[in-house]
């Protein structure tokens, strides 16, 4: 897959506020900025990673990109198209062809419907195909995610974890999107079944050429199967590059704490960890300069102040430290 | 070393609408001072509820069916309620998964940290405030003393999962069972509660008993471990020899699964199927419809565990007559 191939989402700017209203007049007091300026462009056929911890904004800015979010400020393209901003309405068109797979799989299908119902869901609001057709293509779908055609008539709880997972992707592809952000898709599940499920996006990100954008805080799974990785940190981006540089020359001090604090399946090779002292700042209180400054091990008078440049240090390579 | 606890081929059931379904099925394991056994497996396959039959705290409608829990020495399953209350929080204590829900909202940091000193220790309110802020103190919480008059809402997730250790440790247990401790904390944090465990361990000469599903963890703290499949223990060994010779084909594969950082050639490989159901009757070794190596003896008869090294141990016919389990290529894509 190369690298090298025109965006199929251009992201500037974004920044997604969410209001804090006093408690009587509902005046706005204050803003939870949980997505703070973030620039990156999602090129077409890659799979680009989403990493940080929780409450670091990538959940809001996956949710923002596909419009289930409103944006605060920025702009953001899909195709060369302006999409930030659009109403409900006029999102519906690209709706198609951008798709979300969830976390847990279970709260995200309803327990009354059966299975064949829910995926039948979108071919109804965005095709025209009859009844008849629209049950072949359940049916197609479901063995194309590795089910059986008569699970169209179980309802949700009679699935296993990894089975929902399969469902949940089933409705995302069902309209051939070309771009599927995936939420923590494979967090909720065991290893052994985690395994299956991201063989399955591999083997459908290759059938369908689609453009993952891979939202996770497991380092391991997005090393497996992302080509480029954005790392975020309280909202704002702190470090993006291909993956395998990512990993091997991790260039931000956050990603070098990330790095080195995942425990690795080596027993007896206890590597020094970088110590991160204290907590995540809560957003709504955001921090001045640059907002690592508070837990970074070489924080200095100047990234109290003054936010970090977002430059290219190395042809792909972004990060946003004064230090680099 | 002394030996702290026993737990000799326990089998602990649940009484259901569909009959008494067993969900640990004959385990037995041993646990030594200032040692972490580490139990391992994928959700539902019983590791949970072995720790609880330990400390019992079951479910109401469990039951410890049969086996013995030996803890320095004395029988725990024949012990009455009341003098299960008196080992509880005191010789044995227990961190839990959820540090949200394991905390009571409407009670202080400072009350539920004096609660296990004021059941199992004679001591004035003074003492105990003190002994409080120095268990805060080493537990690595800053400002202990305003923390004491706070609520579990006011702290993070890592800050709550320091306040549970805390707890844990008031009373200076001999074994510590941490189940999950860890899953519900970002890396970060995860890191600094690890190094915690395992310094407290080292220091007070603990016991440590830790469940969790994440390998990695399982290398970093781990001097032993226990893999438990649907009920079963499938292999024990030191934690050296389970991550370089797995010898039954249920760790191999939950060690192929494991998406490792530094290795980017590591080929990502599934255990086909899932879990089976606690009312699954299934013949044999109850792993083999999963099984890439399964033969008809799997299917006829349950394997024993096989004695492999000193300390290793496989319930797999494989290991009968060293028949080697070396993967054939792609044995589990």
Redesign the interface.
């Known amino acids: 897959m190369s690298l090298k191939t025109e965006p199929i989402l251009e992201v500037s700017h974004v920044k997604k506020y969410f209001p804090v209203k006093s408690s009587f007049l509902k005046k706005t007091v204050g803003n939870v900025q949980a997505v703070e300026n973030v620039s990156v462009d999602v090129r077409e056929g890659e799979t680009l990673g989403v990493v940080g911890e929780s409450g670091c904004g990538k959940s809001t800015f996956g949710r923002t990109v596909l419009g289930l979010d409103t944006l605060t400020e920025g702009s953001i393209k899909f195709r060369g198209e302006e999409i930030g901003g659009l109403s409900d309405r006029q999102l519906k068109k690209y709706k198609k062809e951008m798709q979300m797979i969830f976390q847990d799989p279970y709260a995200s299908l309803n327990p009354r419907q059966r299975v064949g119902e829910a995926l039948e869901e979108a071919f109804i609001i965005h095709t025209k195909l009859s009844k008849a057709e629209r049950v072949q293509r359940v049916k197609d779908l479901l063995k194309e995610v590795g089910l059986k055609e008569e699970h169209a008539e179980r309802y949700p709880h009679e699935f296993s974890g990894g089975q929902r997972q399969r469902i949940g992707i089933a409705r995302a592809v069902s309209l051939n999107p070309s771009l599927i952000v995936c939420d923590e898709a494979v967090s909720a599940l065991d290893v052994s079944v985690q395994a299956q499920i991201i063989k399955l996006l591999k083997e459908l990100q290759h059938s369908h050429q689609l453009t993952y954008l891979f939202i996770s805080h497991d380092l391991g799974v997005v090393r497996h199967i992302c080509d480029r990785v954005l790392v975020m940190y309280l909202g704002a981006t702190m470090e993006l590059a291909p993956a395998e540089e990512l990993f091997a020359n991790p260039l931000h001090p956050y990603t070098q704490a990330l790095l080195s604090a995942i425990p690795r399946p080596v027993p007896g090779r206890k590597k020094e960890r970088i110590k991160l002292q204290g907590d995540l700042p809560n957003p709504a209180n955001y921090p001045s300069g640059c907002p690592f400054h508070t837990r970074c091990p070489l924080a200095h008078e100047r990234c109290r102040v003054e936010v970090p440049e977002w430059r290219e240090v190395q042809p792909d390579h972004f990060v946003a430290c004064h230090e680099v | 070393m002394e030996q702290l606890l026993q737990v000799n081929d326990l089998i602990t059931s649940f009484r259901t609408t569909g009959g008494k379904l067993p969900a640990v099925r004959g385990v037995s394991f041993s646990v030594n001072e200032g040692e972490t056994l580490c139990i391992v497996g994928?959700?539902g396959c019983g590791k949970s509820i072995t720790t609880l039959s330990v400390i019992g705290l079951l479910p109401n409608n469990g039951e410890i069916s049969e086996g013995s829990i030996k803890f320095q020495g004395e029988e725990l399953t024949t012990k009455k309620e009341k003098e299960l209350r008196k080992l509880r929080g005191n010789d044995i204590s227990m961190i839990f998964q959820e540090p949200m829900t394991a905390l009571n909202p409407v009670f202080t940091i400072g009350y539920q940290l004096m609660e296990p000193l004021k059941t199992h220790r004679r001591m004035s309110n003074k003492e105990m405030r003190s002994k409080s802020i120095d268990l805060l103190k080493q537990v690595g919480i800053?400002d202990p003393e305003k923390k004491l008059k706070q609520f579990p809402h006011e702290l993070?997730g890592?800050?709550r999962q320091r306040v549970l250790i805390a707890i844990a440790l008031a009373c200076n247990p001999s074994l510590l069972i941490a189940d999950e401790p860890t899953t519900a904390l970002?890396?970060?944090?995860?890191?600094?509660i690890?190094?915690l465990i395992d310094d407290l361990k080292t220091d007070l000469g603990m016991g440590v008993v830790m469940v969790t599903?994440?390998?990695?963890?399982?290398?970093?703290v781990?001097d032993r471990v226990m893999v438990m499949y649907a009920g079963n223990v499938v292999e024990t060994g030191t934690?050296?020899e389970i991550?370089s010779s797995p010898k039954h084909p249920y760790t191999k594969?939950?060690?192929?699964?494991?998406?490792?950082?530094?290795d980017?050639d590591?080929k990502?490989?599934?255990?086909?199927g899932?879990?089976p159901n606690l009312n699954e009757t299934i013949h044999g070794c109850r792993f083999h419809p999963r099984c890439p190596f399964a033969m008809e003896k799997c299917v006829e008869k349950d394997p024993p565990q096989f004695k492999v090294s000193q300390q290793q141990y496989s319930k797999c016919w494989l290991q009968e007559e060293g028949i080697s389990s070396e993967p054939k290529d792609r044995a589990y894509s």
Do not use: C, R, Y
């Open positions: 994928e959700s800053p993070s890592g800050m970002d890396v970060t944090i995860q890191a600094q690890l190094d599903h994440d390998m990695g963890v399982v290398a970093e781990a934690v050296d991550f594969g939950l060690l192929a699964s494991v998406p490792n950082v530094d980017t590591h990502l490989e599934a255990i086909p899932s879990l």
